[in-house]
């Protein structure tokens, strides 16, 4: 079975930085796309980024590109998620989740995410909450 295990979550002060890891099971890195996402209370649910673990391609969202970087560590089947510079507006509970290029709807609408591809992603783990404060 697929696992996903987002931890790291906790709260800061703006400007501070924090790193969520996702311990992944159940699937290999070798043919998936694993992604962080995020909700906050009252929003609906957003992409933060992602990453191609076997070939190391990325994707940034608007909202966090130059704050955040995303990382893997293909030995442990794990994916990070280093955040620097963190608002206010970052508040949320973050998740990871994992995909796979070319499975069209599959999994439900997909999201764009070039230069990885068009993922639909089929697996999510709990969250973790991030709370900044001002």
């Known amino acids: 079975d697929v696992q996903l295990q987002a931890s790291g979550g906790g709260q800061v002060q703006a400007g501070r930085s924090l790193r969520l890891s996702c311990a992944a099971s159940?699937?290999?890195?070798?043919?998936?796309?694993v992604g962080w996402f995020r909700q906050a209370p009252g929003k609906a649910r957003e992409g933060v980024s992602s990453?191609?673990?076997?070939?190391?391609?990325?994707y940034y969202f608007d909202s966090v590109k130059g704050r955040f970087t995303i990382s893997s560590d293909n030995a442990k089947n794990t994916v990070y998620l280093q955040m620097n510079s963190l608002e206010p507006e970052d508040t949320a509970v973050y998740y990871c989740?994992?995909?796979?290029?070319?499975?069209?709807?599959?999994?439900?609408?997909?999201?764009?995410?070039?230069?990885?591809?068009?993922?639909?992603?089929?697996?999510w783990g709990q969250g973790t909450l991030v709370t900044v404060s001002s």
């Open positions: 989740a994992v995909g796979r290029v070319g499975v069209g709807t599959r999994y439900g609408s997909p999201w764009y995410l070039p230069p990885i591809g068009l993922v639909g992603f089929h697996s």
């Open positions: 990453i191609s673990p076997n070939d190391g391609k990325t």
């Open positions: 159940g699937f290999s890195f070798d043919d998936s796309v």
